[in-house]
């Protein structure tokens, strides 16, 4: 399985930024497609994800500032981020939890991270 991830970047407070994720190779069965976040210093977040029902769910901090969408037939989720802040500064991952036959609850798997950087 592969996730590949674009759209990081540099951008001003109050600018925006889409994300975008591809998943690529085997898997069984979707459970969740999206996004977490990992600022310096601070444990992983959960930013979005979009189940395979395409139901989103958004962190508190992500409510009203972050769009997440899926594309069921190419298994890839973007993030459109707006009016980014300093703290929205962190490496973004993607993340992709499946249900696989043979291994008991959901799997996990992860992007590379791509960095987010908001500037004053």
């Known amino acids: 399985v592969q996730l590949q991830a674009s759209g990081g970047g540099l951008v001003q407070a109050g600018g925006s930024l889409t994300l975008s994720c591809a998943a690529s190779?085997?898997?069984?069965?979707?459970?969740?497609l999206g996004w977490f976040r990992q600022a310096p210093g601070k444990q992983r977040e959960l930013v979005a994800r979009v189940t395979s029902y395409g139901s989103p769910t958004y962190a508190e901090a992500a409510q009203g500032q972050f769009n997440i969408s899926r594309d069921l037939d190419k298994d890839t989720v973007t993030l459109e981020m707006n009016s980014l802040q300093r703290d929205d500064t962190a490496v973004y991952y993607c993340?992709?939890?499946?249900?696989?036959?043979?291994?008991?609850?959901?799997?996990?798997?992860w992007g590379q991270g791509t960095l987010v950087t908001v500037s004053s």
């Open positions: 993340n992709l939890a499946v249900v696989e036959p043979d291994q008991p609850g959901i799997v996990n798997y």
């Open positions: 190779g085997r898997f069984f069965g979707i459970n969740s």
